[in-house]
Every structure is written in structure tokens, then in C-alpha cells.
């Protein structure tokens, strides 16, 4: 039993901050209740594809895989602190997600994941283009 409760523990820790599509209707659904979204991919990731409008770029890992030093500062120099509640992004999810779990180390509570990250966008917007949306 006791093992049972640890590993319930456990997995809600692993997973506390939330999950959802990375969509352009999830997007509006965000920024319209003023849920900043953070762009965490690379500098040249944005140049090549662009950003969601009015998303802070802030890269969380460097090109190396190692985590981006000024990343908390830029966080706090932009409002944002362990309370509030914000969205990750970066290109497939796999960096928001571990990003995600990094901060919640540190004691940010209020944690988005937006899930498959920018390829999803990507996807759920050229299927809106295909049925006229």
C-alpha cells in the first residue's frame, strides 16, 4: 500500500503542470485569457519559421542541450514568477515538456505544456486551410 501511495505521488509530481494541443483554437483560447505563451525554441527556429504573435522568445536550452542560464531572470524581467500561469512552446513538445518539469523544480506552479509543439500548430493550421477555415 505504501509503495502504491509513493508511486501515485510520484506521478503527480511528474506530471502537475498541464497538457494541451497545440492548436490555433487553444492559442486564442490562451492569449484571449492573457496567458502568455513563451517560445523556448532556438533563435534560429524562430527566424525559420516565425512565432505565435505577442509570444516572448526566450530559448530554455541552448544548441549544446544545455539549459539557458538567463532563462529564470528573463522570466521574472517579463513578469512572469512562480505564480503565474504561462505556456510553453518549442517545436515537437519534447523541450516545453522537459523545460516544463524544470521549472516546477524550481517552484513554478502554473505551467502550460502546449503539446506537439509548433508541428502541431503547424498541422491543425494548413487543415483549417484545407477545409476553409
Not at 498541464?18 to 484571449?32: D, P, V
Amino acid at each position: 500500500m505504501k509503495k502504491i501511495i509513493l508511486l501515485a505521488l510520484l506521478i503527480g509530481q511528474v506530471f502537475a503542470f498541464s497538457n494541451i494541443e497545440a492548436t490555433k483554437e487553444n492559442i486564442l483560447k490562451l492569449q484571449k485569457q492573457h496567458i502568455k505563451i513563451i517560445d523556448i525554441r532556438l533563435p534560429i527556429e524562430w527566424e525559420g519559421t516565425g512565432t505565435i504573435p505577442n509570444a516572448l522568445k526566450i530559448t530554455f536550452f541552448k544548441n549544446s542541450g544545455a539549459k539557458n542560464p538567463q532563462f529564470l531572470k528573463e522570466l521574472r524581467k517579463n513578469k512572469i514568477y512562480t505564480d503565474t500561469k504561462f505556456a510553453l512552446i518549442c517545436r515537437t513538445g519534447h523541450r516545453s515538456s522537459r523545460a516544463a518539469e524544470i521549472l516546477e523544480q524550481n517552484g513554478y506552479k502554473n505551467i502550460v505544456n502546449l503539446k506537439d509543439g509548433m508541428f502541431n500548430l503547424f498541422k491543425s493550421l494548413l487543415k483549417g486551410l484545407k477545409n476553409g477555415k
